[in-house]
Structure formats: C-alpha cells, structure tokens
C-alpha cells in the first residue's frame, strides 16, 4: 500500500495505491493524519491506483470526511473502480462524499 | 588401463610373429620339396639328354661302319674269283674307293707271294700304287696280321695318316680264303674318320659340355682339346693329373664296354660324366657336363624363389603390423565408444525418469485421463513433458529444445527444473513462461532456444489458461472435431530477456482433449523423404477413445508410416483429456491464520484461489474478500485477549451453486450479527466511525448465521448464492 500526499496552498492530493485492508490501515491512517490536521481546504482522495478498500480503510475516508466538515473543509473522491464504486454505493458513502471522474482520453 | 593395453600389445605381437614364423616355415618345407623335386627331374633330364646324343652319335657310328663292313664283304667274293689273276686285284680296290664315299683308300695284300695293290683318294682322284716294298713290309703289319688270326673282320686302332692326307683313320680288314678254305688274302678298306670329329664335336647338350671317344687301348681320337687327338691316351693323361686316382678309377669304367655314369672334380668344379662304348670297335664314347651347369637353370630359379619369398615375407609382416596396429587402435576407439555410450544409457534413463512416466498419474480422479509418450532420436533427446497438480489445477508443458542428442538433452533438463521451480508459486502460464525466458536467456551462452507450451487446466472449471511460447499449437479434439488451439505468436524461450508473452484461455467442456506434440511426429519421414504430417495426425485424433489408446494408436500410425525408416527427430506426445466438471461436488479449502492483523493479507490470495475454483467474476471476487476480512479481522481484533495467541480457522466450501465461508475461533463468545449494523442513511455528522464491517458481511452475503460450539467455539457461516 502506497501513500503519497501532494500539498499546495488550497488542494492537499492523496494517492492511495494497492490494498487498503485492516492489515495497513493504521499505517495509512498514520500518514493521513497531517491531512486530517490541516482539513480545512480541498482534499483529494485519489483512487485510480485502489485496488481493494475494506471498512477500515472506509473508515480512514470517515475520518477525513468528518475532519473536513468540521473544519471547513471539502473531500473529493477520484476515478474510484467499479467495485470499489459498488462498496460506497453499499455503504452510503457515495451520498457522503462529492465523486469525480477524471475524463478518460 | 594401460597394463591391461601392454597385455594387449604383446600379446597382438606375438600373434604376428608366430603366423610369420608358420607362414616362413610352411614356405620354406614346401620350396625344399619343390626344390627336390626340380632337383631330381633336371637330373633326370640331364641323363636323358646325355644318354640320347651317345645312343644317337653310336648309331651313326655303326651306320658308317656297316656301310664300310658291307662294302668290304661285297668285295671279299671278286677277291676270291681273281686270286689267280693279280693283275685284275688293282682293279678292285679302285672300285672300292670310287664306289664307296666313306672308303678313301683299298688294298688286297696277297698271303704268300709279295703282292699288294693299293688305290687311294688324293685330289680327288684315285690313284693305285703298291704296298709291296721294301720299307713297308706289309706282312708284319698289324692290319694283315690280326684278321688271318682271328679269322673274321678287324678294326684297327685308329691311327694318324701322316702321308696321306693328315686324317684321323682306321682301317677294317677281312681275310680272304681261296678255295681250298686257306686264308689267301686280306681285303683292307681304310676310312677316314673326320666325320666322326665333325660328329662328336656337333654334340652340344649344354654349352660347355664336352665329349670324348677313345679307342680300345685307350688312345684319345676326339677331344676338344686338338693337341691331345692321338697323342695320348687316357692312362698317361690320368696320371699327368692332380687327383690321378679317380681319373684312373674313371678310365676303367670307361673302357669296361658297358654304360654308365660317374662324377670327377677337375679344376675345382664337379662334373658329370656320361659314357658308353661302341660296339665291335671297341671305342669308348663319353660327354661330361659341369654339375653347375646341369642345374644351372634351378639355381637361379631358386634365387628367383627365395628373392620372392623374402618379398612376400617382408610383405606380410608390414601387413600384420599394420593390422595389429589398427586392431589396437580400433580396441582403444571401440574401449572409449563403449563407455559413452553406457553413460548414455545411465544418462537416457536419467532423463526418462525427469518426466512423469506412470499412467494413469492421479487414478483417484475421475476429472482427467492423460498418457504421454517419448522417443528420443538418439539415447538422449531435447524433448521433455510435464505435468503435475496443485490446487485443483493441471500444470503441464511441453517443449522442444533446439538442437538434439546431449547438449539438447542438459538444457531440456534445466528447462524442466525451472517449470518444476516456477510453476510450485505462480499460477499464471504467462508468468511461468516469461519466468523461464528470464532465466534461460541470461544464461544461454549457447544461443539454444526452447519452444515451450505451458498450460493451467482448471480441474473443476475445465476453465485452461495458456502460453505458448513457439510450440507447435496442440490439437483441442472434442466430440464435435478436431482444432488446433488459438495461438498467438510468441518467440521461443530462451532467445532473449525482457521478452513478453501473451496468454490465453479456453473453456473446455468435459469430453475435450487436449493433444500436445513435438514435431518429430508430424516431421517424421518415410523412405520417400516424406512427412507424416498434420493432416494424417488430425484423423488419428479422435474424442472418443483413452488417452492411452490415443496416444498408442498415434505412435503405430507413426511408425506404420516411417516403415523402418530412421527417426530423424525426437518425437514426443502428451495427451490430456477434461473428463467432467468437478462443480457438482464439493470442494473445500482450508486456511488457518493467527490473531495478527498482518495475516489478512492472505485472504486476498485464499478468496481468490476459491473464485478460480468456483470460476467468478472479479467484482464478485473482491466483494467476498471484503466479507470475509471484515468478518475475520473483527476475529482477529475482539475474540482473544490482547497479546495472547490465537488461531482464525477460514474454511470455504464451493458447492454447485453455492459458496459458503465459515470462520471459527477459539476466543471468547461473540456474536457479530447481534452487533448494532451501521445505519448507512446517516449525514456524515452522525454516521458513527464503526459498524461497517457486519453491515457488509452482511450485504454481501445471502446468508449469515453464528453458533456458539459444545466445545467453546465461535462458528460464523456466511453463504454466497451463486447465480
């Protein structure tokens, strides 16, 4: 599972890329935490490279989610994958969080 | 070794020498015999001749002499009617010279009275004169004296005329009686005996062969040598001699008047001497010839042979080096052929044990029936076959390395190791095959390449995923007809790194085979030069026969068709038939995990091991997995204590229509789907942080239940309903 968090002054991006189990969703959810702490802009949730989310990493996306309402802040999900697509429809986060699909060339 | 190649040695050289000593012993005993033999027929021949020409000088001898004696009877009775007249005896012994050639000279001497009338050749008339004179006295000669003694014909000795005409003569004598019977006369008739020179000296049975006549006393009258002719006799010459004594012994063999043969030595050589007498005249006749002379002709043929025999010797014993010499080295050749080849014997059973020979492999399943066959061209080959299962799947491949006999046959074994190595943890045939290219291309050194063909045969799904890497397409043969396999084209392996290859899938209903084949089958020729080929493979193939009988009824068509004809290729077969799907059972897989969050991500591996088996789709894949590590992470997090051990038993179960999970533990009494579901139509301010997990175990799956177990055991079933 890599994470990779790309800052500037309004957007902070995160690529999330591999499997997203309970096996490194502490980890994930450690190096989330600046994010967290600073949720009051646009935070990216870049899902192109997921391969695999299970409710804990659902719950990291909670988590952001809730931080980003409390501080004012907005979370956008990116080019999540059909079956991915299918838990948040499950779950209800699809009503949770604003969804956007980089067009496809 | 080499003591046992020193044996060897002097045993192949003794050998030689003794069939040289046979060969010279068997030469030499036969050119002796041979040797003998000429010996005594040239002898033979030699007294033959020699004997011949005295016979024949004797006859002409007495030919003349019974002319002359003949004569000279003739005469005896006009003698006897003129004895009263003497006047008319001159007459006579003119006639007598004028009518007979031999006759040179004539006398009739009268007994009693001095009257002798004489006629004689000179010039080549006849002239007539008197014996009767004063210095003469014919009456005491030896010619008138002898015949009145004895009373019949006398031949004188031979004597030299010196007044006449210096010839060798003799001169016959008969006495005349008148008519009272009283000895009145002698009729003499000379003869001169030139002839008997020119005769004797005519006889040449070998070059220096020489004759001899002598007369009675032993007086020489021919010779070769003119100064001896009646000079001397025989005694006085015998005596003038070095080794008198067998000249003497000679001379009385000589004159003893019977036939015969003897040997001398004269001036260091050996001669043979021939001799008989002639008869009434007492004369001796005899031819010597120098021993050497006589076999003259044998020796130098003797040199001949000996020189041939040496040759041919000499010959034989360069022959029998030369045959022993190659013989040896043939024994090296043959030593060190015969130990490569028991090595490659060891080594083709070596290389037959590397592939799965027993058949059929797994008699416990029913799903699959498969015979393979291989023949290499040569003790080793560069074909190989595969198989084996894990995991419910078929791995097998088959593959042809470049080249043949044993460079072939060492990368065909590393071939085999790598699919043995690679395929025991990938399951992907384009995974192995692009694993093997890896490793054979950084250390092909030798520019050899495999065409290889990997497969993965789902035993339940009949569900094949291949790769082929430049193999000949293998042959589906279903009820339904035969058809080579879609094929993309890929490079063999080997050739180079970084290669990529493509893979492929099939769905194969049961009753399908797949024929896989080198192409040693369909190039394996006949007398004619031609090619089995595919279109006689493909009527072979036939859906709805063994494995083994198809495979046995493809290798007699093969060889049928080769008729003896040597096999060019290494020809190998591999045979696999989908028998039914498994689906209709039930299979069951097991995993056993402990309570340590970082073993969850084996489920993913695990889920997906059942959705090949259970053959579903990847969404429905990745949503088990997500059920079922919701359902053991909330395991692995709440049923034991922290920091004390535990075990997550994950069973799953595929049956025809269904899946079921169940996961069971030891920990402490819990039941998950009494715990409060989260209420997924919250606002984001109210949903709470957790819940998720049972409310998607339970989304997910039709049917959820929990036991608690007799013996202290959570027991979570999930079912999936398979459409």
């Given at each position: 599972?890599?994470?990779?968090?790309?800052?500037?002054?309004?957007?902070?991006?995160?690529?999330?890329?591999?499997?997203?189990?309970t096996?490194?969703?502490?980890?994930?959810?450690?190096?989330?935490?600046?994010?967290?702490?600073?949720?009051?802009?646009?935070?990216?949730?870049?899902?192109?490279?997921?391969?695999?989310?299970?409710?804990?990493?659902?719950?990291?996306?909670?988590?952001?989610?809730?931080?980003?309402?409390?501080?004012?802040?907005?979370?956008?999900?990116?080019?999540?994958?059909?079956?991915?697509?299918?838990?948040?429809?499950?779950?209800?986060?699809?009503?949770?969080?604003?969804?956007?699909?980089?067009?496809?060339? | 070794?080499?003591?046992?190649?020193?044996?060897?040695?002097?045993?192949?050289?003794?050998?030689?020498?003794?069939?040289?000593?046979?060969?010279?012993?068997?030469?030499?005993?036969?050119?002796?015999?041979?040797?003998?033999?000429?010996?005594?027929?040239v002898?033979?021949?030699?007294?033959?001749r020699?004997?011949?020409?005295?016979?024949a000088?004797?006859?002409?001898?007495?030919?003349?002499?019974?002319?002359?004696?003949?004569?000279?009877?003739?005469?005896?009775?006009?003698?006897?009617?003129?004895?009263?007249?003497?006047?008319?005896?001159?007459?006579?012994?003119?006639?007598?010279?004028?009518?007979?050639?031999?006759?040179?000279?004539?006398?009739?001497?009268?007994?009693?009275?001095?009257?002798?009338?004489?006629?004689?050749?000179?010039?080549?008339?006849?002239?007539?004169?008197?014996?009767?004179?004063?210095?003469?006295?014919?009456?005491?000669?030896?010619?008138?004296?002898?015949?009145?003694?004895?009373?019949?014909?006398?031949?004188?000795?031979?004597?030299?005329?010196?007044?006449?005409?210096?010839?060798?003569?003799?001169?016959?004598?008969?006495?005349?009686?008148?008519?009272?019977?009283?000895?009145?006369?002698?009729?003499?008739?000379?003869?001169?005996?030139?002839?008997?020179?020119?005769?004797?000296?005519?006889?040449?049975?070998y070059?220096?062969?020489?004759?001899?006549?002598?007369?009675?006393?032993?007086?020489?009258?021919?010779?070769?040598?003119?100064?001896?002719?009646?000079?001397?006799?025989?005694?006085?010459?015998?005596?003038?001699?070095?080794?008198?004594?067998?000249?003497?012994?000679?001379?009385?063999?000589?004159?003893?008047?019977?036939?015969?043969?003897?040997?001398?030595?004269?001036?260091?050589?050996?001669?043979?001497?021939?001799?008989?007498?002639?008869?009434?005249?007492?004369?001796?006749?005899?031819?010597?010839?120098?021993?050497?002379?006589?076999?003259?002709?044998?020796?130098?043929?003797g040199?001949?042979?000996?020189?041939?025999?040496?040759?041919?010797?000499?010959?034989?014993?360069?022959?029998?080096?030369?045959?022993?010499?190659?013989?040896?080295?043939?024994?090296?050749?043959?030593?060190?052929?015969?130990?490569?080849?028991?090595?490659?014997?060891?080594a083709?059973?070596?290389?037959?044990?590397?592939?799965?020979?027993?058949?059929?492999?797994?008699?416990?399943?029913?799903?699959?029936?498969?015979?393979?066959a291989?023949?290499?061209?040569?003790?080793?080959?560069?074909?190989?076959?595969?198989?084996?299962?894990?995991?419910?799947?078929?791995?097998?491949?088959i593959?042809?390395?470049?080249?043949?006999?044993?460079?072939?046959?060492?990368?065909?074994?590393?071939?085999?190791?790598?699919?043995?190595?690679?395929?025991?943890?990938?399951?992907?045939p384009?995974?192995?095959?692009?694993?093997?290219n890896?490793?054979?291309?950084?250390?092909?050194?030798?520019?050899?390449?495999?065409?290889?063909?990997?497969?993965?045969?789902?035993?339940?799904?009949?569900?094949?995923?291949?790769?082929?890497?430049?193999?000949?397409?293998?042959?589906l043969?279903?009820?339904k007809?035969?058809?080579?396999?879609?094929?993309?084209?890929?490079?063999?392996?080997?050739?180079?790194?970084?290669?990529?290859?493509?893979?492929?899938?099939?769905?194969?209903?049961?009753?399908?085979?797949?024929?896989?084949?080198?192409?040693?089958?369909?190039?394996?020729?006949?007398?004619?030069?031609?090619?089995?080929?595919?279109?006689?493979?493909?009527?072979?193939?036939?859906?709805?026969?063994?494995?083994?009988?198809?495979?046995?009824?493809?290798?007699?068509?093969?060889?049928?068709?080769?008729?003896?004809?040597?096999?060019?290729?290494?020809?190998?077969?591999?045979?696999?038939?989908?028998?039914?799907?498994?689906?209709?059972?039930?299979?069951?897989?097991?995993?056993?995990?402990?309570?340590?969050?970082?073993?969850?991500?084996?489920?993913?591996?695990?889920?997906?091991?059942?959705?090949?088996?259970?053959?579903?789709?990847?969404?429905?894949?990745?949503?088990?997995?997500?059920?079922?590590?919701?359902?053991?992470?909330?395991?692995?997090m709440?049923?034991?204590?922290?920091?004390?051990?535990?075990?997550?038993?994950?069973?799953?179960?595929?049956?025809?229509?269904?899946?079921?999970?169940?996961?069971?533990?030891?920990?402490?009494?819990?039941?998950?789907?009494?715990?409060?579901?989260?209420?997924?139509?919250?606002?984001v301010?109210?949903?709470?942080?957790?819940?998720?997990?049972?409310?998607?175990?339970?989304?997910?799956?039709?049917?959820?239940?929990?036991?608690r177990?007799?013996?202290?055991?959570?027991?979570?079933?999930?079912?999936?309903?398979?459409?």
């Open positions: 599972m890599d994470v990779r968090i790309n800052e500037t002054e309004n957007v902070t991006t995160v690529e999330l890329e591999g499997r997203l189990d096996a490194v969703s502490q980890e994930v959810a450690a190096a989330l935490q600046p994010v967290i702490d600073k949720a009051g802009k646009i935070i990216v949730l870049d899902c192109r490279d997921l391969d695999y989310i299970s409710s804990s990493g659902l719950r990291i996306f909670l988590t952001v989610r809730k931080a980003a309402a409390a501080a004012g802040g907005k979370v956008i999900v990116r080019d999540i994958s059909t079956e991915i697509r299918q838990v948040f429809m499950m779950t209800g986060f699809l009503n949770l969080f604003e969804m956007q699909e980089t067009p496809k060339d | 070794m080499m003591a046992k190649l020193d044996k060897g040695k002097r045993q192949a050289a003794r050998q030689g020498l003794l069939i040289v000593v046979v060969a010279l012993l068997t030469v030499q005993v036969t050119s002796l015999l041979q040797f003998a033999y000429s010996k005594y027929t002898t033979q021949e030699a007294n033959r020699a004997e011949g020409q005295l016979e000088t004797e006859l002409h001898i007495l030919g003349v002499m019974d002319q002359v004696e003949t004569a000279v009877r003739n005469a005896v009775w006009s003698v006897q009617q003129q004895l009263q007249r003497p006047d008319s005896l001159a007459a006579i012994t003119r006639r007598m010279v004028e009518n007979n050639p031999v006759v040179c000279g004539s006398s009739v001497a009268l007994t009693g009275r001095n009257i002798a009338p004489y006629s004689h050749e000179e010039n080549g008339r006849v002239v007539t004169s008197t014996l009767a004179t004063e210095e003469y006295d014919y009456q005491h000669q030896e010619w008138f004296l002898k015949p009145l003694e004895l009373g019949k014909g006398y031949w004188s000795e031979p004597y030299y005329d010196e007044g006449g005409g210096n010839m060798l003569m003799t001169t016959y004598s008969v006495p005349v009686l008148n008519k009272k019977g009283h000895p009145a006369a002698v009729l003499t008739a000379d003869v001169s005996l030139d002839w008997l020179t020119e005769l004797v000296g005519r006889v040449q049975v070059p220096d062969a020489f004759s001899m006549v002598v007369s009675q006393s032993g007086q020489i009258m021919v010779c070769p040598v003119e100064t001896l002719v009646m000079k001397k006799n025989i005694h006085e010459l015998a005596s003038s001699m070095e080794e008198a004594e067998q000249f003497h012994q000679l001379n009385s063999s000589l004159l003893s008047g019977q036939p015969g043969n003897a040997t001398y030595r004269y001036e260091g050589k050996v001669h043979r001497i021939f001799f008989d007498s002639v008869p009434r005249t007492g004369w001796s006749m005899s031819i010597s010839i120098p021993q050497d002379e006589i076999y003259a002709d044998m020796k130098r043929m040199w001949v042979v000996l020189l041939l025999q040496l040759l041919g010797l000499g010959l034989l014993g360069l022959v029998l080096y030369v045959t022993v010499r190659n013989q040896r080295k043939l024994n090296q050749v043959s030593l060190s052929k015969s130990r490569i080849e028991g090595e490659l014997q060891v083709s059973s070596i290389q037959m044990s590397m592939v799965p020979k027993i058949f059929p492999p797994y008699p416990e399943r029913s799903e699959v029936d498969m015979f393979a291989m023949d290499p061209a040569k003790e080793v080959g560069g074909d190989f076959y595969d198989f084996f299962t894990r995991n419910e799947r078929l791995f097998f491949c593959g042809d390395v470049s080249g043949k006999g044993v460079p072939a046959s060492l990368l065909m074994a590393v071939t085999r190791s790598l699919f043995r190595t690679v395929s025991a943890h990938e399951r992907s384009q995974r192995i095959v692009t694993t093997i890896e490793s054979m291309a950084e250390m092909n050194e030798n520019n050899m390449f495999v065409t290889l063909f990997c497969g993965v045969l789902d035993l339940r799904s009949g569900h094949l995923r291949y790769c082929n890497a430049g193999h000949n397409p293998p042959v043969v279903t009820p007809g035969n058809r080579t396999l879609p094929m993309v084209a890929n490079l063999p392996v080997g050739v180079m790194q970084e290669m990529v290859f493509s893979e492929q899938e099939e769905d194969l209903v049961p009753g399908t085979g797949i024929f896989l084949y080198t192409d040693g089958l369909t190039e394996a020729e006949n007398h004619a030069k031609e090619l089995f080929g595919e279109d006689r493979m493909m009527e072979i193939l036939r859906a709805d026969i063994s494995s083994r009988q198809l495979i046995g009824d493809m290798t007699a068509a093969v060889h049928g068709f080769a008729a003896g004809a040597e096999q060019s290729d290494d020809l190998t077969m591999l045979y696999i038939r989908f028998m039914n799907n498994q689906l209709a059972g039930e299979t069951e897989r097991h995993l056993i995990l402990h309570n340590d969050i970082q073993q969850i991500p084996q489920l993913a591996s695990f889920v997906e091991a059942v959705a090949e088996i259970a053959h579903l789709d990847v969404t429905l894949t990745m949503s088990l997995n997500l059920a079922l590590e919701e359902a053991v992470s909330n395991v692995i709440y049923a034991y204590p922290p920091g004390s051990d535990g075990l997550v038993d994950v069973e799953a179960v595929v049956r025809n229509d269904e899946l079921e999970f169940i996961v069971s533990d030891n920990g402490v009494a819990f039941d998950p789907t009494a715990a409060p579901e989260a209420d997924v139509s919250l606002d301010d109210e949903r709470p942080i957790g819940g998720l997990g049972i409310f998607l175990v339970k989304n997910i799956m039709d049917r959820v239940s929990y036991t177990s007799d013996d202290g055991k959570n027991i979570l079933s999930m079912t999936k309903i398979l459409s």
